[in-house]
């Protein structure tokens, strides 16, 4: 269900966020709004940006694709502005790089539509446990296009006074050929989290202990 959510999310957005935008703006009376709007999105695109660079996301993988394609709604105002360079020479140097992330993201969303899913698939859990108030255990595919095979096995951490937002606690890929391994004892970079996990034809949940 979840990534059939975000399957349609992300085709409907590839589809539309560049005609929304070129027709959207180009109907604006107003430049202050316009230039309101553009900072505006720039200033939140570069936040969530930061915030991934810190491994916190938004919680839930249908918000964190909602983010994206707003992300994406910014990268289609910058290149609406790049139409609008009055130096026609650093516009025509500017404008086939600019439109060729457009054109991959129309190619997706068309023939490339079957391609689309297999990456969006990557980013829906299979499998998703709460341990705790603040914890959540999610098991992601890495079998179909980015990954050669197995699974992500992710913990993360509900921030206390961001509710809305969720913290990488843990992550680890099982490969295919480690099914085999009666325990696997995984531990976070800093030594907070320790996770075991039994193979039994799946992968699922047993001990968490917060050290």
Known sequence: MVQNTMMITVWIGLLSLPTIVYLGFKRLRSDNLRLKIFIGSIAFSAFNILLYCF????????????V?????????????????????????????????????????STFGFLALG?????????????????????????????????????????????????????????????LDIKLNELESTDDRLNIEVYSNNTLYFDTLVIR
Not at 55 to 66: A, H
Not at 74 to 85: D, E, G, P, Q, S
């Open 118 to 178: 297999w990456i969006v698939a990557e980013y829906a859990p299979d499998k998703e446990i709460r341990l705790s108030d603040q914890l959540f255990y999610r098991e992601y595919p890495q079998g179909t296009a980015i990954h050669g095979g197995g699974t992500r096995i992710v913990v993360f951490e509900s921030i206390p006074f961001l509710p809305f937002l969720e913290s990488t606690a843990l992550t680890k890929d099982i490969n295919l050929e480690d």
């Open 68 to 108: 994206f394609l707003f992300i994406y709604f910014t990268y289609c105002l910058i290149v609406y502005y790049v139409f609008l360079i009055p130096n026609i020479i650093v516009q025509r140097l500017l404008i086939i790089p600019a439109l060729l992330p457009i054109v991959v993201g129309y190619f997706f």
């Open 55 to 66: 491994s916190v996301t938004w919680k839930g993988s249908v918000m964190d694709t909602l």
